[in-house]
């Protein structure tokens, strides 16, 4: 007879003794990325730009349930701030295992109206940032490391009137992904692009404008996603189980680009 291998993991232990850091972790996505690793064990570096106080009050929260969890300034708009921030925290915590690309803007202009200093903002922060902060990752990351792209499903889907230059950003993401897949992976290190879809966030509403309510309703699943579930595809890819995921683009979209 077949013998199945019945296994407990404890929640808790799935992503135990692993380092991760959120960038953009004090809100939106990124803050629900931060619980969900945190509860998942992982140790969870919070880094913010300007929501140093939202950082810190979760970080107090997430210690307050038992969970381990730290903040750092970490402007990934300079690359300055990204290197001592890498630094610091393989200094504090002894290396990384996890980084989460999160932090991004959206400026929404039709491209006659976009000034360069608006699309500069965008490159730095969508582009250059996420390359660089892996570039300097890889300095520290230990073998089994993985990293996890926050893009859009804008890139590949129906991009909103005024969104192009966010949704060449994202396109940059995702060819990175696949590029990095091939490099990192003698170094059996994963990366991957989660692909959300329309997320109940400040840059959702930023984005949509007058055409929220409408946006809500044409999604098929008859509602914008909620943080906590792109959260749960980036914690699985986090773990063990994904060892074989890599250079995936994964949408979380409530099947808006079916
Ligand atoms: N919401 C959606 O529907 C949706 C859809 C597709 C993709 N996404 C992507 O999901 C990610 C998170 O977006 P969100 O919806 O959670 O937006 P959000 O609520 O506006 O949060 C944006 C996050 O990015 C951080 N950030 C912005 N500029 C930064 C900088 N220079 N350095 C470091 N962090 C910076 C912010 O940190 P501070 O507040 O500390 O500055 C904040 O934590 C983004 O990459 C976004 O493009 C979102």
Redo the contacts with the bound molecule.
């Keep these: 007879m077949l013998e199945i291998q019945v296994k407990a993991v404890d929640p808790i232990e799935r992503l135990a003794g692993k380092v991760a850091l959120v ?9 629900a990325i931060a619980t969900e690793l945190a509860l998942q064990g992982a140790s969870v570096v919070i ?6 106080k ?2 810190e009050d979760l970080a107090a929260a997430l210690r307050d349930k038992g969970l381990k969890a730290a903040t750092i300034a ?5 690359s300055e701030q990204i290197r001592s921030g890498f630094t610091a925290i393989a200094a504090e915590w002894g290396g990384l295992d996890i980084l989460i ?6 400026r929404v202009a039709h491209i006659e109206e976009m000034s360069e200093e608006l699309l500069d903002d965008m490159l ?3 582009v250059k ?1 996420v390359f660089l902060a892996i570039k300097e990752a890889l300095t520290y990351i230990r073998a089994g490391g993985r990293i996890i792209n ?5 890139s590949d889907y129906m991009p909103y009137r005024g969104n192009s230059a ?1 949704v060449m950003t ?1 396109s940059a993401v995702a060819g990175l992904t696949r590029g990095l897949a091939r490099e990192l992976a003698s170094r059996q290190i994963t990366i991957n692009n989660v ?10 509403r ?2 949509l404008g007058g055409e929220f309510e409408r946006a809500r309703s044409q999604t098929p699943l008859g509602r ?2 909620e ?1 906590s579930e ?1 959260a749960h595809m980036v914690a699985f890819l986090c773990g063990e189980e994904a060892g074989y995921v890599t250079g995936a683009n994964l949408r979380v979209d409530g099947g808006v680009s079916v």
């Design positions: 960038t953009g972790g004090g809100r939106g996505i990124g803050a880094g913010y730009n300007a929501s140093h939202e950082a970490l402007n990934t708009g300079s690309n999160n932090a991004g803007i959206s730095a922060v969508n940032g926050i893009g859009s499903i804008s966010y994202k692909q959300p879809g329309r997320v109940e966030t400040e840059l959702l930023y984005t914008f996603g943080a792109v």
